[in-house]
């Protein structure tokens, strides 16, 4: 068995983890913000992609991003992107220095960042509820 075999069940992990800490964050949520975080999707992704970097000027490291329009904004008129949250789970492997505790961790804590926006809060509001 090649790499390829090893990247993909290292990918099937790293997803499977996350699917459980977002799940179970979720399920520990109050009621109405459970409600608003089970409507926007999550999307596992390796990395950002080098379009994100060039175009959005995303740093390539990044370990999360939300896109599309706020909860507080309502439906978008079709042009922009239906929200969503992008979690980089390669990334947050390689920033947790390849520890299964701390990629869980840094999960949640990344989730709860980019629920965070999508519920309207910017950097200074989630830096203020340590979620920088």
């Not at 992704?45 to 994100?52: G, V």
């Not at 706020?70 to 980089?88: N, T, V």
Request: glycine share 6%; net charge negative.
């Amino acid at each position: 068995m090649g790499t390829d075999h090893r990247d993909r069940q290292l990918w099937q992990r790293l997803q499977t983890a996350a699917d459980q800490e977002v799940e179970a964050l979720v399920r520990r949520l109050p009621a109405d913000l459970r409600d608003k975080a089970r409507a926007i999707p999550v999307t596992y992704e390796p990395f950002p992609t080098q379009e994100m970097v060039d175009d959005d000027k995303l740093d390539p490291d990044l370990l999360g991003l939300f896109v599309g329009n706020c909860y507080a904004e309502g439906e978008s008129d079709g042009g922009d992107l239906p929200p969503q949250i992008l979690l980089f789970l390669v990334s947050l492997w390689d920033y947790t220095d390849h520890c299964e505790k701390d990629f869980r961790d840094e999960v949640s804590r990344t989730y709860l960042h980019e629920l965070g926006h999508y519920l309207g809060l910017d950097e200074g509001d989630l830096e203020a509820r340590d979620l920088d």
